[in-house]
């Protein structure tokens, strides 16, 4: 049978493609097909593309314009990726959304970069870049990401995070969160990135909760063909 729904998945900033392997495993068992992409600067990519929104919206438009023609599309989006994906994909018909330690706010994220390097948004109009720890601060970057706040691309979306994210601004989120109506649940004592077994346990508990309404996979296993689901390939660009 010729599935007809697809989750389009974004990684994280230092993360890839082969990172939705996991989540792929879990969607299948809800007759989801996945598809990931390499964002600019990152995975196998090799172009010379960079992560900045006049390069990476349009990529991931392009994704979506080719899913939205063959499947009844949902998201599920990591940390920036999140952000690049509230930025690319508003517009289009999106069913759900799954949202992963989110970035919602750049201009928060970046003042705070700033505060750390002892520099302040006055200092980067002046001098229109500020390298710090490797990574580059742009006035161009700020002022786009002043010029377009992020709003909710689906009607049912859904974030998880940690309550000690050391990443995101926690407070950010949860008005991101109040102001879109969007349910936000939080692991106590986790990560911004979900990587131990505990982490990895509460997150694909999350996962199978908002996919099936229930949060044991083990039963979704009897349920579904798990030697079927697990023959599958993941999908990606």
């Not at 172009?47 to 080719?66: F, N, Q, R, S, T």
């Not at 690049?84 to 759900?96: A, P, V």
């Not at 908002?210 to 689901?229: Q, S, W």
Request: glycine letters at 6%; charged letters at 30%.
């Amino acid at each position: 049978t010729k599935k007809d729904k697809l989750f389009v998945c974004v990684h994280g900033l230092c993360g890839n493609k082969e990172e939705t392997e996991r989540f792929a495993k879990v969607a299948l068992y809800d007759d989801y097909q996945v598809l990931a992409v390499d964002l600019p600067e990152h995975g196998e990519r090799k172009d010379g593309a960079k992560l900045v929104p006049w390069e990476a919206i349009d990529e991931l438009k392009a994704v979506m314009d080719y899913s939205v023609k063959k499947w009844r599309v949902s998201v599920r989006a990591v940390s920036i990726g999140a952000y690049y994906s509230l930025m690319s994909f508003c517009g289009y018909d999106i069913e759900k959304c799954l949202f992963v330690s989110p970035l919602v706010d750049m201009c928060d994220m970046i003042e705070g970069m700033l505060k750390a390097a002892g520099a302040d948004i006055k200092q980067l109009e002046r001098d229109k870049n500020i390298l710090f720890n490797g990574q580059d601060i742009s006035w161009r970057y700020y002022c786009f990401a002043k010029n377009n706040p992020p709003k909710k691309i689906s009607s049912d979306t859904a974030i998880l995070c940690s309550d000690t994210d050391y990443v995101v601004n926690i407070e950010t989120v949860k008005k991101f969160a109040g102001e879109n109506d969007i349910p936000v649940t939080f692991m106590r004592g986790g990560e911004h990135f979900f990587h131990t077994q505990k982490q990895i346990d509460f997150l694909e508990r999350w996962d199978c909760e908002r996919l099936f309404g229930k949060d044991n996979l083990d039963e979704l296993k009897e349920r579904f063909n798990n030697e079927t689901a697990e023959k599958q390939c993941l999908t990606s660009l």
